[in-house]
């Protein structure tokens, strides 16, 4: 009986051995894969992107590029303006692997948006702009368009000093351009023969620059070198943005041709992560798409979230 009783703790000790050798291999592996698994998180990208169109929103990109850049040495991501329309072509041709843009693809005609996958990276106010010396700080919607459509040509018409309103649009595959007509001038057409810029960054020099000037801007441009009007007594401040006060909003798009993978979805991840949200974006101008309280489709309706 002892002998038997011997025999049965001998078998218990070395099961138990065995139990504890298989449990620390198993950890052993466990640990090899979790460094592994770290070890792939941490490796660095390489390679290139590109992303070009909207000038509204290329502060923004260029900034969180030189971010992501930063946190991945090996990468390299060009980032160019050219405007919406340019953007949504150049992504759709595969010429870019991102199109930035101010407006959906569906309302650009020639862009086949059902190809297109869209990432919304946050929204921009757009506001009318003027000369600094410009004693006017409000316009009616109906003076801005008498203004866009040749009615009113100076401003003494509208409550300010007598001097000619020059007129300044940006170029017709402008994403800003087709926001601020939609939105601002109720779809009317722009009178003819007026000065045509390419660029955000030119508008606002221009406007600076020339007596008398009127032109359109994303909130992300507006400094103390030009004047932002309010629109029927409204500022174009974040709060009356996001509870749908202010009517001259859009969302910033950045597409992409067919699902993201690779660099182009490492990159459109960053700028949606809290470091570029929550920090980036409220500092250059931008307003978060989550601190929206109304919602726009690519047909121009508006409805509460």
Request: aromatic letters at 4%.
């Amino acid at each position: 009986m002892v002998k038997k009783v011997k025999r049965l703790l001998a078998a218990g000790c070395l099961l138990v051995l065995t139990a504890a050798l298989l449990a620390g291999c198993g950890g052993q592996e466990k640990k090899e894969d979790g460094q592994k698994s770290t070890g792939q998180k941490a490796a660095e990208l390489s390679g290139t992107v590109t992303a070009v169109g909207s000038t509204a929103l290329q502060p923004l990109v260029e900034e969180g590029a030189k971010q992501f850049m930063g946190k991945n040495p090996k990468l390299q991501i060009t980032v160019q303006g050219g405007g919406s329309g340019t953007g949504l072509s150049q992504v759709s041709s595969g010429a870019a692997n991102i199109g930035n843009s101010d407006i959906f693809a569906e309302e650009k005609s020639g862009i086949d948006a059902s190809k297109l996958v869209d990432t919304k990276v946050c929204v921009v106010g757009m506001t009318a702009v003027v000369n600094p010396k410009i004693t006017v700080d409000n316009l009616t919607k109906k003076q801005l368009i008498d203004i866009y459509t040749g009615k009113v040509t100076n401003w003494k018409e509208v409550g300010g000093q007598g001097q000619k309103i020059v007129v300044i649009n940006r170029a017709k595959g402008s994403g800003t351009r087709a926001t601020f007509k939609s939105f601002a001038l109720d779809g009317k057409d722009e009178t003819a023969g007026g000065m045509e810029i390419d660029s955000s960054g030119q508008v606002k020099k221009t406007v600076n620059e020339t007596p008398g000037a009127i032109s359109y801007l994303a909130l992300s441009y507006v400094d103390n070198s030009v004047k932002a009007l309010k629109l029927d007594g409204i500022a174009p401040t974040e709060e009356n943005i996001t509870n749908g006060k202010y009517p001259v909003w859009a969302y910033e798009h950045m597409y992409t041709l067919g699902q993201p993978g690779g660099n182009v979805k490492a990159f459109l991840d960053y700028m949606l992560t809290d470091e570029v949200q929550n920090t980036l974006v409220p500092k250059l101008g931008y307003i978060p798409a989550t601190k929206m309280k109304v919602n726009r489709d690519a047909k121009g309706k508006v409805t509460n979230k």
